[in-house]
């Protein structure tokens, strides 16, 4: 609990010298005595969580007695803005089996249906919880995963129905990122990747998320991410990703209502067909999807846009610079 403490103090801190208006939590499954380690001395999970200073998860008592009663929150942080932050470890502790796993109880899903249907409807709604929604890739290999949430997927399509508005979830958990679109199409699941575990053939890093809610677009939620990537020798940088499993690239976004090849059209009308190259940024205003596509889209986007001989430029932590056509050998010997 001492690593807990040291770390829930920093962020603390933190929050204080950025000046933040919040500093909104949960808690995971090595968070709690998920395993019940020396439990005659100490039978409760939660216990050792329940005595750190300052208070967790939240500095209101009445709200802090409510997630760890009720397993779940609703917080306004700032007007239009509500975030459901949800303990998806609540019942470790209860059976030999229950730490291999999150869940969220269908009493508890109910209880967070009738508190929204109570409420007027926020422009942002926000699901914070540890473990991710539904199966994915496991962190070894392409083994099963089984560690998701239990009725993950019930409890997003839940809050989609009563509130008619997308929900952008964020978890923790994997240790790699993720960044997926639901069952419901406007709404996103973003995944953080691992700040400081030292896992073989995985970087630390951390994410600057950006969003943008208009419920009258065709895209009525999306934003950018902004990913830091942590080097032995360069510390906190924005460096480039060469593949999928090393984590985020510097930048990526989601909620582009284009698909890649429409955005490469885009690009080459704003390039014409005059070699030379236009700065990223002169780009990013004329096909200002660009800024929202997924890592996924950004890639197949980069090999159509190798295809018609369109390169892209990029500085010494990986960003792209420029993007344009080179001259030909030809006329450059001439």
């Not at 380690?37 to 300052?54: H, I, R, S, W």
């Not at 392409?142 to 129905?161: C, N, Q, R, V, Y």
Request: proline share 6%; hydrophobic share 35%.
């Amino acid at each position: 609990m001492g690593g807990f403490q040291f770390a829930w103090a920093k962020l603390n801190a933190l929050k204080e010298k950025l000046g933040a208006r919040e500093l909104i939590a949960t808690c995971g499954n090595h968070d709690l005595n998920s395993r019940l380690v020396d439990a005659e001395e100490d039978p409760d999970p939660k216990g050792a969580l329940q005595t750190v200073q300052p208070m967790f998860p939240f500095s209101d008592e009445r709200l802090t007695d409510r997630f760890w009663s009720r397993n779940f929150v609703l917080v306004n942080p700032m007007p239009g803005v509500r975030i459901v932050v949800l303990n998806t470890s609540a019942y470790h502790g209860n059976g030999d089996k229950e730490h291999h796993h999150g869940r969220v109880s269908e009493r508890t899903i109910t209880a967070i249906k009738n508190e929204l249907d109570a409420l007027e409807p926020a422009d942002l709604n926000i699901l914070l919880c540890h473990h991710h929604v539904r199966p994915l890739q496991g962190i070894w290999g392409k083994a099963p995963d089984s560690e998701f949430m239990k009725k993950g997927i019930e409890l997003i399509s839940t809050l989609t129905k009563c509130t008619a508005t997308p929900w952008l979830t964020l978890h923790g958990h994997r240790h790699i990122p993720n960044l997926e679109f639901t069952v419901d199409p406007s709404s996103v699941v973003v995944g953080a990747s691992t700040f400081s575990a030292q896992i073989q053939g995985r970087f630390n890093q951390f994410h600057l998320l950006d969003v943008e809610v208009d419920e009258t677009a065709a895209a009525p939620l999306r934003g950018t991410i902004e990913t830091w990537t942590w080097n032995v020798t360069g510390g906190w940088q924005r460096r480039p990703i060469m593949n999928d499993g090393e984590g985020f690239p510097p930048m990526c976004g989601f909620g582009s209502t284009f698909q890649p090849r429409a955005i490469v059209s885009k690009i080459e009308q704003v390039l014409g067909t005059v070699p030379g190259f236009l700065d990223w940024k002169d780009v990013l205003i004329q096909v200002p999807d660009l800024k929202f596509t997924t890592p996924a889209h950004f890639q197949q986007i980069e090999s159509l846009l190798e295809k018609s001989q369109i390169n892209l430029n990029r500085d010494r932590e990986g960003r792209i610079s420029q993007v344009g056509r080179s001259v030909p050998k030809s006329e450059v010997s001439e």
